[in-house]
T-cell receptor
Framework: ETGVTQSPTHLIKTRGQQVTLRCSSQSGHNTVSWYQQALGQGPQFIFQYYREEENGRGNFPPRFSGLQFPNYSSELNVNALELDDSALYLC?????????????FGPGTRLTVL | QQQVKQSPQSLIVQKGGISIINCAYENTAFDYFPWYQQFPGKGPALLIAIRPDVSEKKEGRFTISFNKSAKQFSLHIMDSQPGDSATYFCAATRPSGSARQLTFGSGTQLTVLP
């Protein structure tokens, strides 16, 4: 177990709705990244947060946003859901911007958009 | 330049055999190459990782071979077991300011027959 937890496990939404996914990192891991994994594909980087600020972003539109809190928890928010947003959403944490580059993944949230 | 190409897409090996998965990259700024194992319904779990100043790294039955000049690296699973049946992803990462994003290959579905 990586010590990274995510909630909920599964979620069903309809097109146009908004969704919030949650992640709890290991204690001391002040860097968290979010990834989208479509069925049968590798995870795609959405963005990274370090000490509650976004410090890196992949090729995702602004309707994907996030928050990181001082208690090592974080959120991924997606507005105006589209059918193509159906995927497994993974968060990954690591101790900081220095030191180990290993990222530890949570089990993911399976989002289905109808 | 951000792509990591992985092959084969699927692999079937007999118990006790050697499983070999290959990856190639273009971006010479990549400086950390992890392999992840993912079971259905779970998040990716780190197996083994290597930096480009080393040509080989072995941990138990898992070995990474790294060819910096060819920009290729591979995972070898010795004495493959049915419990190794999973999807394997190679990945690469580089520093980007204070952020580090993982760029994943497309995955290899390994089946080890008993």
């Amino acid at each position: 177990e990586t010590g990274v937890t995510q909630s909920p496990t599964h979620l069903i939404k309809t097109r146009g709705q908004q969704v919030t996914l949650r992640c709890s990192s290991q204690s001391g891991h002040n860097t968290v990244s979010w990834y989208q994994q479509a069925l049968g594909q590798g995870p795609q980087f959405i963005f990274q947060y370090y000490r509650e600020e976004e410090n890196g972003r992949g090729n995702f539109p602004p309707r994907f946003s996030g928050l990181q809190f001082p208690n090592y928890s974080s959120e991924l928010n997606v507005n105006a859901l589209e059918l193509d947003d159906s995927a497994l959403y993974l968060c990954a944490s690591r101790p900081g911007t220095g030191g180990t580059d290993t990222q530890y993944f949570g089990p993911g949230t399976r989002l289905t958009v109808l | 330049q951000q792509q990591v190409k992985q092959s084969p897409q699927s692999l079937i090996v007999q118990k006790g055999g050697i499983s070999i998965i290959n990856c190639a990259y273009e971006n010479t700024a990549f400086d950390y190459f992890p392999w992840y194992q993912q079971f259905p319904g779970k998040g990716p779990a780190l197996l083994i990782a290597i930096r480009p100043d080393v040509s080989e790294k072995k941990e138990g039955r898992f070995t990474i071979s790294f060819n910096k000049s060819a920009k290729q690296f591979s995972l070898h699973i010795m004495d493959s077991q049915p419990g190794d049946s999973a999807t394997y992803f190679c990945a690469a990462t580089r520093p980007s300011g204070s952020a580090r994003q993982l760029t994943f290959g497309s995955g290899t579905q390994l089946t080890v027959l008993p």
